[in-house]
């Protein structure tokens, strides 16, 4: 029991990962034509702190918004929402009122206000993103959120790419980064071997991305393939019917039939030009997998996703 809170307590700590402005304005630039006329509720932002809150305040004209809600939480404690709107005159006026609660994002008045609101946009809690996604899902939500890239794999995040409910965003390659990793602030207490300086704020790296479902230009770019197929280059798996790609740029451009390439294909992936037939370990039977893995020579791969290209050569894939 005592380890189980630890746990949890340890959890909550490493959920306290704060976005910074550039990589929220780096990524919600290329959804501008969204916001027009709409609601944007942040179910997991201190106003207070939340950088999230801070774009949409400044961006609030420029965006056309016609409301911000924001939820502050505190675990222990009944706190308050902020709310930004336009008045009868046009002026924009901004509401400090007490929740009856803690401000939970699970509970009822939590989600009364997501119910009002068009588009949801935050980085909740890593440690509760699958409860989060299938509480947007479940409520039909339109979003913008932040989660930590092995969430793509989770089984119960994974179907959704399948089914083209939800998709990576932009993830430009510019705002605070570290290699592939993007920068939180931490707080002074937090401490970890993967914390680093930048702008005079202490970081945190984070592998994550920005999941979303709504549109996006990138979304419907097609990959250029241009490198022919060969066996000796492209070997086939020895527990799955589907060749090895090793690298999304190389997916060749006159193999029509399954594939499997890395995670990061996710970030290129355009649906008029692949179909997403699965992931490795939830496709494959498991008593063929290699260590939970496809294989090539009995040596398995790192996660692959399993693709198709939907233009078959006798145009049945269309
Ligand atoms: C990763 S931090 C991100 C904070 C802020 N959204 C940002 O991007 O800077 C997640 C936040 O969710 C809050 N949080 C934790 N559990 C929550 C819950 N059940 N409901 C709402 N917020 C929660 C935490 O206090 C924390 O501030």
């Given at each position: 029991?005592?380890?189980?809170?630890?746990?949890?307590?340890?959890?909550?700590?490493?959920?306290?990962?704060?976005?910074?402005?550039?990589?929220?304005?780096?990524?919600?630039?290329?959804?501008?034509?969204?916001?027009?006329?709409?609601?944007?509720?942040?179910?997991?932002?201190?106003?207070?702190?939340?950088?999230?809150?801070?774009?949409?305040?400044?961006?609030?004209?420029?965006?056309?918004?016609?409301?911000?809600?924001?939820?502050?939480?505190?675990?222990?404690?009944?706190?308050?929402?902020?709310?930004?709107?336009?008045?009868?005159?046009?002026?924009?006026?901004?509401?400090?009122?007490?929740?009856?609660?803690?401000?939970?994002?699970?509970?009822?008045?939590?989600?009364?206000?997501?119910?009002?609101?068009?588009?949801?946009?935050?980085?909740?809690?890593?440690?509760?993103?699958?409860?989060?996604?299938?509480?947007?899902?479940?409520?039909?939500?339109?979003?913008?959120?932040?989660?930590?890239?092995?969430?793509?794999?989770?089984?119960?995040?994974?179907?959704?790419?399948?089914?083209?409910?939800?998709?990576?965003?932009?993830?430009?390659?510019?705002?605070?980064?570290?290699?592939?990793?993007?920068?939180?602030?931490?707080?002074?207490?937090?401490?970890?071997?993967?914390?680093?300086?930048?702008?005079?704020?202490?970081?945190?790296?984070?592998?994550?991305?920005?999941?979303?479902?709504?549109?996006?230009?990138?979304r419907h770019q097609p990959l250029t393939?241009?490198?022919?197929?060969?066996?000796?280059?492209?070997?086939?798996?020895?527990?799955?019917?589907?060749?090895?790609?090793?690298?999304?740029?190389?997916?060749?451009?006159?193999?029509?039939?399954?594939?499997?390439?890395?995670?990061?294909?996710?970030?290129?992936?355009?649906?008029?030009?692949?179909?997403?037939?699965?992931?490795?370990?939830?496709?494959?039977?498991?008593?063929?997998?290699?260590?939970?893995?496809?294989?090539?020579?009995?040596?398995?791969?790192?996660?692959?996703?399993?693709?198709?290209?939907?233009?078959?050569?006798?145009?049945?894939?269309?």
């Amino acid at each position: 029991m005592a380890n189980a809170s630890l746990r949890q307590a340890r959890k909550a700590k490493n959920d306290e990962f704060y976005t910074q402005l550039t990589d929220i304005s780096a990524e919600l630039y290329h959804y501008r034509q969204h916001f027009q006329g709409k609601s944007v509720f942040l179910n997991c932002d201190d106003p207070e702190e939340s950088n999230f809150w801070r774009y949409f305040q400044l961006n609030f004209d420029d965006l056309g918004l016609t409301r911000l809600v924001s939820t502050h939480y505190h675990p222990t404690e009944r706190t308050y929402k902020l709310v930004m709107e336009r008045d009868e005159d046009g002026n924009i006026t901004t509401t400090k009122t007490p929740l009856e609660g803690n401000g939970d994002f699970r509970s009822a008045e939590c989600i009364e206000l997501l119910d009002e609101a068009d588009i949801i946009t935050t980085n909740p809690p890593f440690s509760l993103f699958r409860e989060y996604v299938a509480l947007l899902m479940e409520h039909k939500k339109k979003f913008i959120i932040i989660g930590n890239q092995n969430a793509i794999t989770y089984k119960e995040i994974f179907p959704l790419f399948m089914s083209n409910e939800l998709w990576l965003g932009v993830n430009p390659r510019s705002g605070t980064r570290k290699g592939n990793n993007l920068l939180f602030a931490v707080p002074d207490t937090y401490d970890s071997k993967f914390i680093v300086e930048y702008n005079g704020v202490r970081c945190m790296q984070v592998s994550a991305k920005w999941f979303t479902n709504l549109d996006i230009d990138k979304r419907h770019q097609p990959l250029t393939l241009w490198k022919d197929y060969d066996p000796e280059e492209y070997p086939h798996y020895d527990n799955y019917d589907a060749i090895e790609v090793s690298k999304s740029d190389e997916i060749p451009v006159d193999y029509f039939g399954v594939m499997g390439v890395p995670i990061t294909f996710l970030d290129k992936y355009c649906p008029e030009q692949f179909h997403i037939i699965g992931l490795d370990r939830y496709t494959v039977p498991k008593e063929f997998l290699v260590g939970g893995r496809v294989a090539v020579n009995g040596k398995p791969k790192y996660a692959r996703v399993l693709i198709q290209r939907v233009d078959q050569p006798d145009g049945q894939g269309e």
